[in-house]
């Protein structure tokens, strides 16, 4: 069976925010934040886990129409 490459990347995305909202929930925060601090995490300057900047813009122009 074939696997989309983006697959782990979006699992893995994902995974680290639910961690990062319970984490934050403990601490009476909005998800907000833990949206925030995921992505400054997994951006190009931290982590580097997602490095396709043209990619970032298409997903941050999604989230801010839809």
């Known amino acids: 069976m074939h696997m989309d490459p983006s697959m ?3 699992t893995g995305t994902a995974l680290v ?3 990062l909202a319970l984490l934050l929930k403990r601490f009476k925060q909005p998800f907000v934040v833990a ?3 995921a992505g400054i995490i ?3 300057h931290v982590l580097a886990v997602v490095t396709d900047i043209g990619l970032l ?3 941050g ?3 801010v129409l839809r």
């Open 8 to 10: 782990p990347l979006l």
């Open 57 to 59: 813009n298409r997903l």
């Open 17 to 19: 925010i639910v961690l």
């Open 42 to 44: 997994l951006g190009p």
């Open 35 to 37: 949206y925030m601090i």
């Open 61 to 63: 122009a999604f989230g």
